[in-house]
């Protein structure tokens, strides 16, 4: 079955910079796009940021929020998906999770991590 890990969250003071890890198992890696959502309290989940594949040319997209502080990667040959994250600041505070969209006999589902938690606060 489809499972992530996420790790690496904390707390952080403004201006400083976090890495998040997902580690991906269940599926063939290499082969899909993957994103990074967060979730702040009250909040509905958004998007931060998505990496396609290899065959796509590993291109990469990032909400207007993050962008120039944020960095998606990944690394197939460890079925690890990564977040950097520079600058931070305080509306960064929110829980992150991975998430990839497969097929499936019923059509396209999503499936998400657990989440970490990110804090941005002095």
């Not at 690890?80 to 305080?90: A, C, D, G, I, T």
Request: glycine residues 10%.
């Amino acid at each position: 079955q489809v499972q992530f890990v996420e790790s690496g969250g904390g707390l952080v003071h403004p201006g400083g910079s976090l890495r998040l890890s997902c580690a991906a198992s269940g599926f063939t890696f290499s082969s899909y796009a993957m994103n990074w959502y967060r979730q702040a309290p009250g909040k509905e989940r958004e998007l931060v940021a998505s990496i396609t594949s290899a065959s796509a040319g590993y291109s990469t997209r990032y909400a207007d929020s993050v962008k120039g502080r944020f960095t998606i990667s990944r690394n197939n040959a460890k079925n690890m998906l990564y977040l950097q994250m520079n600058s931070l600041k305080p509306e960064d505070t929110a829980v992150y999770y991975c998430n990839v969209v497969l097929p499936s006999s019923t059509g396209l589902r999503g499936y998400w991590g657990q989440g970490t938690q990110v804090t941005v606060s002095s």
